[in-house]
């Protein structure tokens, strides 16, 4: 099942986005979801995971203490709050089932995140 992550969009430096996916028609997965994102000419990396309650989150350190996932099941949406945008932050964000850090299933369209310095 592909996730679609919407939200994306152009901002200066310092400033914040919060991306948006929404994982309908499940009332409960054995997986969590993340985002990952893949900046032009670079390997698509790891940022963040949740588990379905909500419970336990994991992120990868180098967006710790800046970004942030959260997840309203009520609204089936996870979020990834970005705070304190750099110039290297701009890449194309892809939310996903997530198994620990790993991948699971295939990729949505992503978006475009594009920070300006």
């Known amino acids: 099942v592909q996730l679609q992550a919407y939200g994306g969009g152009l901002v200066q430096a310092g400033g914040s986005l919060r991306l948006s996916c929404e994982v309908s028609?499940?009332?409960?997965?054995?997986?969590?979801q993340g985002w990952f994102r893949q900046a032009p000419g670079k390997e698509r990396e790891f940022l963040a995971t949740?588990?379905?309650?909500?419970?336990?989150?994991y992120l990868a350190d180098s967006v710790r203490g800046r970004f942030t996932i959260s997840r309203d099941n009520a609204k089936n949406t996870v979020y990834l709050q970005m705070n304190g945008l750099k110039p290297e932050d701009t890449a194309v964000y892809y939310c996903?089932?997530?198994?620990?850090?790993?991948?699971?299933?295939?990729w949505g369209q992503g978006t475009l995140v594009t920070v300006s310095s």
């Open positions: 996903v089932d997530t198994l620990g850090i790993s991948p699971v299933g295939s």
């Open positions: 028609g499940r009332t409960f997965s054995p997986y969590g």
């Open positions: 949740i588990t379905w309650s909500g419970d336990r989150t």
